[in-house]
């Protein structure tokens, strides 16, 4: 760094008192206190796992390399049981800004799958996601111009529904079933058939991106009402931007850590799916494909209700946003029992489970570096040649 641009650390250091909002002067203790229910928890046992997913990729000249992972994690009568999904691939993603926002469906749909495999293999009561539900279903699907400079009138999309059957038939038979060698076979049939293009890379691989976000949607209806067994499904999250609680700019949650020292939680406020994601942005959509193709699953997932409310359940600083699925085949469970479960699952302010995914399934730097090697492509032109 030019050491111009470092004195600019300087003053900024003098104006940041004034920058950072003072939570002080925005609200006061008492009115923070008026919306917490102190509670003191204690310990209570119950069967759970908990999962957590990584991303990391390296962006070449003309393409990236990408690596996502989702490991799920539990303990059944002493021993370790655990389930990984994965894959390492190439993308020729060209709307660099969305490279990310597709990277995290991947993701995410690596780490639902884990859960909902190892939930079915092994029933557990209590299936602890990492981060909020809702954040699951706010996931935009990928456009076509992300990958390819040529739009279809829609005709992409619906080619790549004509294939949701065939993902439902072997929804949980690979780790990403959109990416198997069967379906990409047909996805490839059906480019030449339906759009009379040949199927090269870019727009085989805009049709599949649509594919495995319909992928995803069916995996997300199986956590939610696929489990025989009818788990409580509950989100734990370190972090949020949420501002409905105390109507301020600053986030909720910052205002808690603030002021709370005792452990408890706020009231549950009940939400839809839906309408959570249109209080998180306007943007959002659901595929209308999926949504005429798959009326009734698509229903069901908008009309998804949680409940959320804040909660410290352990020693220490951390206060938790809590997403908690209101099951209608399962009784009502009231804050301070998730409070029991958590301080229970807890090692320190955290679940074990989700602390030892998050270890597991974490893809370094040093991963991508071996992975490169493997493949050959250490000295491929990443177009930053120039600056070293």
């Known amino acids: 760094m030019h050491p111009e ?27 923070v206190l008026e919306k ?40 059944k009568n002493g021993k370790k049981i655990e389930e990984l999904v994965g894959d390492i691939n190439i993308s020729v993603i060209k709307i660099t800004e969305k ?3 597709y990277f995290r469906l991947l993701m995410f749909l690596s780490e639902l799958k884990s859960i909902v495999k190892l939930a ?17 279903f706010i996931v935009p699907p990928p456009k076509t111009n992300w990958f390819i400079d040529k ?32 379906i990409q076979i047909k996805a490839q049939m059906q480019i030449k058939e339906r759009l009379n293009e040949k199927p090269r890379r870019d727009i085989l691989e805009a049709f599949l991106s649509k594919l495995v976000y319909f992928e995803y949607l069916l995996v997300l209806y199986e956590l939610f009402y696929g489990l025989e067994h009818n788990p409580l499904v509950i989100g734990v999250a370190k972090t949020s931007t949420d501002t409905e609680l105390f109507n301020r700019s600053i986030p909720d949650i910052r205002i808690l850590h603030k002021f709370i020292r005792d452990t408890g939680y706020t009231e549950p406020i009940t939400i839809s799916f839906e309408s959570k994601a249109k ?29 959320y409310f804040y909660a410290k359940y352990n020693i220490g600083r951390t206060i938790s946003l809590i997403e908690v699925y209101e099951n209608p085949n399962r009784e009502t469970v009231n804050p301070k029992e998730i409070l029991d479960y958590l301080n229970y699952l807890a090692s ?26 493997i493949l050959g492509l250490q000295n491929e032109l990443t177009g930053r040649e120039e600056l070293i």
Not at 42 to 47: A, L, V
Not at 158 to 182: H, R, V, W
Request: negative net charge.
């Open 348 to 373: 320190g302010s955290y679940p074990f489970y989700l602390i030892r995914a998050d270890k597991q399934v974490r893809i370094t730097n040093e991963d991508m570096k071996n992975i490169e090697i």
């Open 99 to 101: 490279a990310d926002s």
């Open 151 to 182: 739009e279809f009138g829609g005709e992409l999309a619906n080619a790549a529904g004509s294939l949701i059957k065939d993902i439902k038939e072997k929804l949980f038979d690979f780790d990403i079933t959109s990416f198997s060698e069967e």
């Open 36 to 75: 917490w229910n102190s509670y003191q928890p204690t310990k209570k046992k119950i069967f759970a796992i908990g999962e957590d997913g990584s991303i990391n990729k390296k962006h070449y000249l003309g393409f990236y390399l990408y690596a996502v992972s989702g490991f799920s994690y539990g303990q």
């Open 279 to 307: 209080q998180k942005t306007q943007e959002w959509e659901f595929s209308e494909v999926f949504e005429k193709l798959e009326n009734k699953i698509a229903s069901a997932l908008k009309d998804i209700t949680i409940k």
């Open 5 to 31: 641009i470092l004195k600019k650390a300087k003053k900024l250091q003098n104006q940041l008192s004034e920058l950072i909002p003072k939570i002080s002067e925005n609200i006061s203790e008492k009115e």
């Open 120 to 136: 079915n293999k092994e029933k557990a009561d209590l299936l602890l996601i990492d981060g909020t539900l809702s954040s699951k």
